[in-house]
């Protein structure tokens, strides 16, 4: 339930209490239910009662506030193994959490949700703490233009990001519908549908934009087109970008003979490599590469010859992890 973290980007990870409800695709091969199975711990779905961590598991991050305060350091903690905005979770618990972040100035908590619905709703009772830096899950475009755009209307966080893990679609933050207007979610400019520009929202965008494939036995592929727009956007908005990993596959370069007709046979796993649209291309358009299952320490987070480690300003002066 806590342990120094071998999550890229982040030092920590502790969490209030264990389980949500299944509410999107990025949720089918949740790790954490993976976790509560081989642990026989009970499964969280909707209806049944949370377990709240031990008393002794909530001492950590106070431990590790002194250390980071003695040190004159700062480190990062993720809630791993819950929502913290889970429906299915009164909001005295949730009270308790706040109080415990506002405990532990010289750490900053990354609170990562798919619900910012509850999220504004409970913030409108309750202010954020200085210290909280919010985010929301974003699996393909439906989900993003969902679940941004209430992101953004959240009052208070240290930074907004966005968690694209699984990916499981393209993302274009340029365009994100929101009621009557399209939103830039890496700029926060606003157009109406006559492409007229109607305002910058000042400090309401998102500071940082983290990516990465699927892992686990049943690991569903990425594109890495997919993943190159998404660096290609952030790098033009000069949002940090963080590709975590490839996840169990990886890109491989597909050289097609003049006479192949439907490459995706030559791969009889029947693996989606591309997307529906791309598929319907005509044969000399098609991508110069395909995923290859090859496991997530071989297929790596190297994204065009390079890593993409990008941390925002606000993170930036940030420790080592902590010694428990």
């Given at each position: 339930?806590?342990?120094?973290?071998?999550?890229?980007?982040?030092?920590?990870?502790?969490?209030?209490?264990?389980?949500?409800?299944?509410?999107?695709?990025?949720?089918?091969?949740?790790?954490?239910?993976?976790?509560?199975?081989?642990?026989?711990?009970?499964?969280?779905?909707?209806?049944?009662?949370?377990?709240?961590?031990?008393?002794?598991?909530?001492?950590?991050?106070?431990?590790?506030?002194?250390?980071?305060?003695?040190?004159?350091?700062?480190?990062?903690?993720?809630?791993?193994?819950?929502?913290?905005?889970?429906?299915?979770?009164?909001?005295?618990?949730?009270?308790?959490?706040?109080?415990?972040?506002?405990?532990?100035?010289?750490?900053?908590?990354?609170?990562?949700?798919?619900?910012?619905?509850?999220?504004?709703?409970?913030?409108?009772?309750?202010?954020?703490?200085?210290?909280?830096?919010?985010?929301?899950?974003?699996?393909?475009?439906?989900?993003?233009?969902?679940?941004?755009?209430?992101?953004?209307?959240?009052?208070?966080?240290?930074?907004?990001?966005?968690?694209?893990?699984?990916?499981?679609?393209?993302?274009?933050?340029?365009?994100?519908?929101?009621?009557?207007?399209?939103?830039?979610?890496?700029?926060?400019?606003?157009?109406?549908?006559?492409?007229?520009?109607?305002?910058?929202?000042?400090?309401?965008?998102?500071?940082?934009?983290?990516?990465?494939?699927?892992?686990?036995?049943?690991?569903?592929?990425?594109?890495p087109e997919w993943v190159r727009a998404l660096r290609d956007q952030c790098v033009a908005a000069d949002v940090p970008f963080f590709?975590?990993?490839?996840?169990?596959?990886?890109?491989?370069?597909?050289?097609?003979?003049?006479?192949?007709?439907?490459?995706?046979?030559?791969?009889?796993?029947?693996?989606?490599?591309?997307?529906?649209?791309?598929?319907?291309?005509?044969?000399?358009?098609?991508?110069?590469?395909?995923?290859?299952?090859?496991?997530?320490?071989?297929?790596?987070a190297e994204l065009d010859g390079r890593l993409w480690r990008q941390l925002p300003p606000q993170l930036q002066q940030v420790a080592p992890a902590v010694p428990s």
């Open positions: 339930m806590t342990a120094d973290s071998a999550i890229e980007w982040t030092d920590h990870t502790f969490s209030p209490w264990l389980g949500c409800t299944p509410v999107s695709a990025a949720c089918d091969h949740c790790y954490a239910a993976g976790f509560a199975r081989r642990y026989g711990w009970p499964d969280y779905r909707r209806g049944v009662p949370r377990g709240r961590t031990a008393p002794s598991t909530w001492k950590l991050p106070r431990r590790w506030q002194r250390k980071a305060g003695a040190n004159g350091v700062r480190a990062r903690i993720f809630p791993s193994l819950c929502d913290p905005y889970d429906g299915e979770v009164a909001d005295a618990w949730r009270d308790d959490f706040m109080a415990l972040i506002e405990e532990t100035p010289n750490l900053d908590w990354l609170l990562l949700t798919k619900r910012p619905q509850v999220a504004r709703k409970y913030h409108r009772r309750r202010k954020m703490p200085p210290n909280v830096a919010l985010g929301v899950t974003a699996e393909n475009q439906a989900t993003a233009d969902l679940r941004i755009p209430q992101l953004l209307a959240i009052e208070g966080p240290k930074l907004r990001f966005v968690s694209i893990e699984p990916m499981l679609g393209p993302i274009d933050f340029n365009d994100l519908s929101d009621g009557p207007e399209n939103l830039n979610a890496l700029t926060g400019l606003r157009e109406n549908p006559f492409g007229a520009t109607v305002g910058r929202r000042t400090g309401t965008k998102l500071d940082w934009v983290i990516a990465g494939g699927e892992s686990g036995p049943n690991a569903r592929s990425s594109h590709f975590k990993q490839w996840g169990e596959y990886a890109p491989a370069a597909l050289d097609l003979g003049p006479d192949e007709q439907e490459p995706w046979r030559l791969y009889p796993d029947g693996i989606r490599r591309w997307s529906p649209t791309e598929m319907a291309m005509p044969i000399g358009s098609w991508p110069r590469e395909i995923m290859v299952r090859v496991g997530k320490k071989a297929a790596g």
